[in-house]
């Protein structure tokens, strides 16, 4: 045996599959903010993705979970958690690029599936645990601001995000106030103020 015959085969990052999953949580989310939670099809996601519909239940088995799944890719990608060292600057950029998620059709059409309740017991389940996900990921903000002395300890992480971006999540929603450029930094001061304050 060669030593290239001996080399073991390297797969090549991505692929086919990660292509796949790719186009439909892409074609997930303009479904999504088109038509609502409510009218949501598998059918109209696989069409638009150009996969067959098969392809789609055997990754993702429910409408439920393709709409969980394509909520956080998009949250995710979307809202990145900053890391720079300082608490006010990580909750600012924090409430920055929610700003901008927010703005986009995906984004709006995100916060519209997340906010609404249901009586649809797997939709109620994806959406606890969307917010779980979210939280745990941004909480490291909190966590970390704890953990250099910024803020004290037993700081309630849920409570410090939802008071930074209640504001910026009612505004998209209702529209009946714009989301002014300074928004994201006064958010992040006056949270801050207020969790200090309280220690």
Known sequence: ?????????????????ARVRQAVLAAALEVLAEEGV???????VA????????????????????????ML????????????????TD?????????DYLATPAGRAVARAAALSSDDPGLAEAWETF???????AGAIVDRAVERGELPTGTDTGLALELLCSPLQTRAL????????DLPERLADTVLDGLRGRA
């Open 47 to 70: 069409a638009r993705a150009g996969v067959n519909e098969t392809t789609v239940y055997r990754r993702w088995g429910t409408r439920e979970k393709l709409v969980l799944d394509a």
């Open 73 to 88: 890719a998009g949250s995710t990608e979307g809202i990145p958690v900053p890391d720079t060292g300082d608490v006010r």
């Open 38 to 44: 409510a009218r949501f099809g598998i059918a109209a």
């Open 174 to 181: 209702l529209g009946h106030r714009p989301i002014e450029p």
């Open 91 to 99: 909750l600012a950029a924090f409430a920055r690029a929610l700003a």
């Open 131 to 137: 917010w779980q996900s979210r939280l745990e990921l």
């Open 1 to 17: 045996m060669t030593e290239e015959e001996a080399e073991p085969i390297r797969r090549r990052p991505g692929g086919r599959a």
